[in-house]
């Protein structure tokens, strides 16, 4: 997004906010499904990395994971139709099953996390008179999923379930990976999987759904992404195995965290043993940069300026040289701010949030140019996990808007700043 469109929405809006660009979204999720349609395979979206999205990404990927019922509900919301979506996660509970198969009449699919969970699907199928669509998922080695022998297992009593059909099988075992290698291993063991339940028990695996758990480059320390050379050798990866049926990949982060601008702004400044602390209206509680260690990593970060009084310039600027809003960092510097640029003056400031502990550091030594209180700090690559995964009930302190911004929609506010204060308490 531009300088000017973040000015806009700072003009309109208090932070903290998210911003969600919804033409960037939908210009990613467009390249990379391109990539995989060459191979002729699925998308879906894991819309546990970002609820929000659930409807822009509607005409843009093929199925959605749905990991609880109130993310089916969003789906309801949304008017996504059963067909498009994979009821998965553990603790499915037989109200909420019951619920979705009578309404819908068995559409949709179903993944099995465990024996128990096989046998209650089977009754609410068998209750409702409907056949359902399965995926068992193997497990990576933790909670999730079943054994592969007892995956197999399932196949092989697959007749004693005239209710269940079992279509293949999920695999999902973390986020974050860069090495290619280790997807390559997943694939062959998936392979592996299918093909000795079809020698070992004549029976066809018809889908595979992976979640491949792509790397998202969220430090300025780490490699670029160059996501179509990535793709084409994930897709030549699965190129090479022996499965021939439908393949679906289910991605969160890979498509969501682009998108995402997290907006909080410079409230307070000191400096505290020769140390530059901004604390800002927002926090760690809002803010999950997955691999930041410490907060010593540098995320990607615009820096807004606020309306400057020429009292506020710091002391060794030009007087003459302040100005409104200007961009530092980011491509796209208009000429009114060349023509009015700011005194230049880096200093590295440890970025803290709102909350009382000392863990809430966002960022340490953040080089800053002529930065002050009021300024406004724009997250970059925050649209997957942060707006839902953060500690945000801690402190009470109220939950951020979230926008949308698109070219043709402009800004759009589709939840307001909520207090927690009645969640939080006894009162209510
Ligand atoms: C089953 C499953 N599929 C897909 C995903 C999405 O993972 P990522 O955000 O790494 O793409 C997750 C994330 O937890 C998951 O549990």
């Excluded at 933790?142 to 999920?170: C, T």
């Excluded at 430090?219 to 439908?246: A, C, N, T, V, Y």
């Excluded at 999950?288 to 990607?300: E, S, V």
């Excluded at 809430?360 to 009021?374: M, R, S």
Aim: overall charge negative; some cysteine; proline content about 4%.
């Amino acid at each position: 997004m531009k300088q000017q469109e973040f000015e806009l929405i700072l003009k309109e809006y208090q932070t903290p906010a998210y911003v969600f660009d919804l033409d960037a979204l939908t210009r990613r999720v467009q390249r990379i499904s391109a990539c995989l349609k060459k191979a002729g395979i699925d998308l879906c979206y894991a819309m546990k990395a970002n609820p929000f999205l659930t409807g822009a990404l509607e005409p843009l990927v093929e199925r959605f994971e749905v990991c609880s019922p109130g993310e089916f509900r969003i789906c309801e919301k949304e008017g996504l139709p059963m067909e498009r979506l994979v009821i998965s996660g553990v603790n499915k509970e037989r109200k909420d099953i019951s619920r979705m198969i009578e309404r819908e009449q068995g559409r949709g699919m179903f993944t099995v996390e465990s024996m128990q969970h096989f046998r209650l699907l089977s009754e609410c199928a068998r209750q409702a008179k409907v056949k359902l669509n399965l995926l068992v998922r193997i497990t990576s080695g933790n909670q999730f999923g079943v054994d592969y022998e007892l995956a197999k297992q399932m196949f092989r009593e697959r007749e004693s379930y005239p209710e269940l059909s079992l279509q293949g099988i999920q695999y999902y075992s973390g986020t974050q990976k860069k090495k290619l290698s280790a997807l390559e291993q997943e694939l062959k063991m998936l392979d592996g999987f299918c093909r000795e339940v079809q020698e070992d028990l004549g029976v066809t695996v018809s889908e595979l759904e992976y979640g491949p758990g792509l790397f998202v480059p969220y430090f300025q320390s780490e490699p670029k992404e160059h996501l179509e050379e990535l793709l084409e050798e994930l897709m030549q990866m699965i190129g090479r195995m022996d499965f021939s049926g439908k393949i679906t990949l289910e991605m969160g982060r890979f498509l969501a965290a682009e998108c995402g601008n997290y907006l909080t702004r410079i409230v307070d400044r000191k400096e505290n043993g020769g140390q530059i602390y901004g604390i800002v209206d927002g926090g760690i509680h809002q803010l999950n940069y997955f691999g930041q260690t410490m907060a010593m990593k540098l995320p990607f970060v615009q820096h807004i300026s606020a309306e400057r009084d020429a009292a506020d310039a710091p002391a060794d600027a030009d007087p003459a040289q302040t100005c409104g809003y200007g961009e530092k960092e980011g491509a796209d510097a208009s000429n009114a701010e060349q023509e009015c640029a700011p005194a230049k003056r880096e200093e590295k400031w440890n970025i803290c949030g709102s909350l009382c502990t000392t863990a809430d550091v966002i960022v340490k030594q953040y080089p800053l140019t002529d930065a002050q209180v009021g300024d406004v700090l724009v997250f970059q690559r925050t649209g997957a996990y942060s707006v839902t995964e953060g500690i945000s009930l801690f402190l009470s302190r109220d939950l951020p808007k979230v926008l949308f911004y698109s070219q043709k929609g402009g800004i759009r506010l589709v939840r307001d700043r909520l207090e927690t204060d009645s969640i939080n308490s006894a009162g209510g």
